[in-house]
């Protein structure tokens, strides 16, 4: 069946990098986009970015330009967040999840990591 | 960037209600609207996606309607199952963004 299993939870200090990775399995990779999203405490659930896996073309939300780095690595089905200079503010789960239909995000996301929590305290 | 936003924030319901959500987009994002549960501690389910079709595996009394800039979701008769927190998300045009959320709670 079809998995997204992400990395272990993140202790960081402000101004540090994290990096999340989702491993997939059960689908055909290339051919379905991986979204990012996060959820800090008690809040609703945020977009950060999307990446195109076949050609590798990413969009992100505007707050993150500069601090956010999406890939991906075919080789082992894995996909990968990068944000840097973390503030307090950043503290929250972060999922990756596949796109539901081929090539675009039209049409949201079915299949969801299980989170990593990030914590960012000094 | 599109904005969403849902109503109710929170609806107290009893089992075998009728609840309806909607969702509002600040502008035409034809019919690329998806639906989410989520639970406490757990990642978010995909419901409906394309504002009307059922995913794969979602009780029939889960439906979803609507169009360009208003769309709703219905669950027929609310099972205890249901109590959860629902989003909206559209697809139409990057950024994708979210609705805040309908929290639904026991009445």
């Known amino acids: 069946q079809v998995q997204l299993v992400q990395s272990g939870a993140e202790v960081k200090k402000p101004g540090a990098s994290v990096t999340v990775s989702c491993k997939t399995s059960?689908?055909?990779?290339?051919?379905?986009?991986i979204t990012w999203v996060r959820q800090a405490p008690g809040q609703g659930l945020e977009w950060m970015g999307y990446i195109r896996v076949y050609n590798g073309n990413t969009h992100d939300a505007e707050k993150f330009q500069g601090r956010v780095t999406m890939t991906t690595d075919t080789s082992t089905r894995t996909a990968y967040m990068e944000l840097r200079n973390l503030r307090s503010d950043d503290t929250a789960v972060y999922y990756c999840a596949k796109g539901k239909h081929m090539y675009d995000a039209t049409g949201g996301m079915d299949v969801w990591g299980q989170g990593t929590t990030v914590i960012v305290s000094s | 960037d599109i904005q969403m936003t849902q109503s109710p924030s929170s609806v107290s319901a009893s089992v075998g209600d009728r609840v309806t959500i909607t969702c509002r987009a600040s502008q035409g994002i034809s019919r690329w609207l998806a639906w989410y549960q989520q639970k406490p501690g757990n990642a978010p389910r995909l419901l409906i996606y394309?504002?009307?079709n059922l995913q794969s595996g979602v009780p029939a009394r889960f439906s979803g309607s609507g169009s360009e800039t208003d769309f709703t979701l219905t669950i027929s008769s609310l099972q205890p199952e249901d109590f959860a927190t629902y989003y909206c998300q559209q697809g139409d045009t990057f950024p994708l963004t979210f609705g805040g959320g309908t929290k639904v709670e026991i009445k």
């Open positions: 394309s504002a009307s």
């Open positions: 059960g689908y055909n990779f290339r051919n379905y986009g």
